[in-house]
């Protein structure tokens, strides 16, 4: 089956930093989204993309977050200067059009 | 906003025993429910989905029926195995005007299965 790729697994990064995280969706899917989750915690709505365009995005997204897709099969979160609560497991997902989403395995950011 | 509370774990069963996982929701409107699963290691898997009041999701063996009047969503397995260990995640789809939608989750619930 087709599967969303995550890169990289786990991140470290020092508070102030930027770092981007890098998804690569299933290919003929439409719509893309990042989810995080941190420890204990749900599972986090952060943003969702379509048609080259932020469609919706959480209270959590602000001005230090940002989406691209810069070349038609990545697609990559941004989050501009860290801070300590940024860490969690972030996950990519797509889907063609339908309900299911396909998640990709995540990528654990921890912030120092 | 629509909420999705799940049963807290960890959950540690035997090979064989009967497992539930409760989960309860709020949504203002008519979401569909889902359970996904999260083995060590690989990203979430859609488990099995329900679309409107009593109706039963099932696959692998797990099932859960969408209870409109208890808004709840319970996953069951009557016969676990080692390999079911994994997260599972109670979600419930929104619909916000055009193509926006998403899903919103619980927290997860860690299975261990002990042979």
């Known amino acids: 089956e087709p599967e969303v790729t995550q890169t990289p697994s786990h991140q470290v990064t020092q508070m102030g930093q930027e770092v981007i995280l890098r998804c690569v969706p299933i290919?003929?899917?439409?719509?893309f989204y990042w989810y995080r989750q941190i420890l204990g915690q749900k599972v986090e709505f952060l943003v969702s993309f379509y048609n080259n365009e932020i469609s919706e995005k959480s209270e959590i997204f602000d001005d230090q977050f940002s989406v691209e897709r810069p070349d038609g099969s990545n697609f990559t979160l941004k989050i501009r200067s860290t801070k300590l609560e940024d860490s969690a497991m972030y996950f990519c997902?797509?889907?063609?059009?339908?309900?299911?989403?396909?998640f990709g395995s995540g990528t654990q950011l921890s912030v120092l | 906003g629509d909420s999705v509370t799940q049963m807290e774990g960890p959950v540690t069963l035997s090979e064989e025993a009967f497992l539930t996982i409760n989960c309860t929701y709020t949504a203002t409107g008519y979401p569909s429910l889902f359970w996904y699963v999260q083995y060590p290691g690989e990203g979430l898997q859609l488990l099995l989905k329900a679309t409107k009041a009593d109706d039963k999701g099932s696959n692998k063996g797990f099932e859960a029926t969408y209870r409109k009047e208890t808004t709840s969503f319970h996953l069951e397995k009557g016969s676990v195995q080692v390999s079911d260990s994994a997260v599972y995640f109670c979600a419930l789809s929104e619909r916000s005007g055009g193509s926006n939608y998403k899903l919103t989750f619980g927290k997860g619930t860690l299975l261990t299965v002990n042979p």
């Open positions: 997902a797509s889907r063609q059009g339908g309900e299911k989403l396909f």
């Open positions: 290919s003929n899917h439409l719509y």
